[in-house]
């Protein structure tokens, strides 16, 4: 699958979630509720495991990314990603690049090849 880059910098080509919708894969869906539960002690279902995609403004995301303040920033100034907006780096990406330093990477190749 290609990549979709999400607003963050996040690869979402890469997320189970979308994998598992994509595929409506049941087991996935399981495994990574069980992962994520652990990993950001929050209890999720296999049925929470779905999502379109951060890019995707109507669709079904995970509870995470419909809530997101970086993904509704991002829709609301129309940008492809955070690597398009005029106020690239802000206070809330330098949060979660704090914990996603790869996110930060992604972004900043897209941003060179962008021409001002």
């Known amino acids: 699958?290609?990549?979709?880059?999400?607003?963050?910098g996040l690869d979402c080509a890469q997320?189970?979630?979308?994998?598992a919708k994509k595929n409506n894969d049941r087991e996935l869906r399981k495994k990574t509720a069980q992962e994520w539960s652990k990993m950001f002690s929050h209890d999720f279902k296999?049925?929470?495991i779905n999502?379109?995609?951060?890019?995707?403004?109507?669709?079904?995301?995970?509870?995470?990314?419909?809530?997101?303040?970086?993904r509704k920033c991002g829709i609301?100034?129309?940008i492809?990603?955070?690597?398009?907006?005029?106020?690239y780096i802000c206070e809330k990406?330098?949060?979660?690049?704090?914990?996603?330093?790869n996110a930060k990477n992604i972004l900043d190749e897209i941003r060179q090849t962008i021409k001002k």
């Not at 997320?15 to 994998?19: D, E, F, K, Q």
């Not at 492809?80 to 106020?87: G, S």
């Not at 330098?94 to 330093?101: A, D, H, I, L």
């Open 1 to 8: 699958m290609a990549e979709i880059i999400a607003f963050c």
């Open 15 to 19: 997320c189970p979630a979308l994998i």
């Open 46 to 48: 296999p049925d929470d």
């Open 51 to 70: 999502c379109d995609g951060c890019i995707v403004i109507k669709g079904q995301h995970i509870e995470y990314c419909a809530m997101c303040e970086i």
């Open 76 to 78: 609301d100034k129309k």
């Open 80 to 87: 492809k990603n955070c690597a398009y907006c005029d106020e």
């Open 93 to 101: 990406l330098n949060k979660w690049f704090e914990n996603v330093p």
